[in-house]
């Protein structure tokens, strides 16, 4: 299940744009196609930085990797059509930004929320050595039989 959604990019970026960034044949519609790749980028980057300490990929999907997912997802598609014109700025700041909020997930100085679910605890393996000098039988009496 992705994280994000068409509707999320919408949210941030104009359908002209969104046109601008997708459309390569020039039908004039947004190719979802491209929207999918970029979301998959993004959410493959946030996996990558939850994995250690969440249950990936997830699902229900917190807030936060789905907003996360959308400002990366955003970037990438105008990331890979420089033609364009430059990266604006506040599509990078959102970028930087959630970069180095997944690093502090992954480094454990931040978490992605409390709809966020965490691994099953995995149980250790444990070799036990036993021993003891309480005999219950002296030796004394076990030379006798």
Not at 8 to 23: G, K, N, P
Not at 41 to 51: E, G, L, Y
Not at 92 to 112: D, N
Request: overall charge negative.
């Amino acid at each position: 299940m992705p994280y994000s959604t068409l509707e999320d990019f919408l949210e941030q970026l104009a359908e002209s744009v969104l046109i601008d960034l997708t459309d390569e044949t020039m039908a004039g519609v947004v190719d979802q196609t491209r929207i999918d790749w970029a979301i998959a980028k993004a959410d493959a980057v946030i996996d990558a930085h939850c994995a250690g300490r969440y249950a990936v990929p997830f699902d229900p999907v917190p807030a936060l990797a789905r907003s996360f997912s959308a400002d990366l997802g955003i970037y990438n598609l105008f990331a890979r059509r420089p033609n364009i014109g430059e990266i604006p700025e506040a599509i990078k700041t959102q970028q930087a930004q959630a970069l180095a909020y997944l690093k502090r997930v992954q480094s454990g100085e931040a978490g992605m929320g409390a709809d966020a679910a965490t691994p099953p605890a995995t149980s250790a393996s444990v070799d036990m050595l036993v021993s003891s000098n309480d005999r219950l039988f002296p030796a004394s009496l076990l030379e006798r039989m």
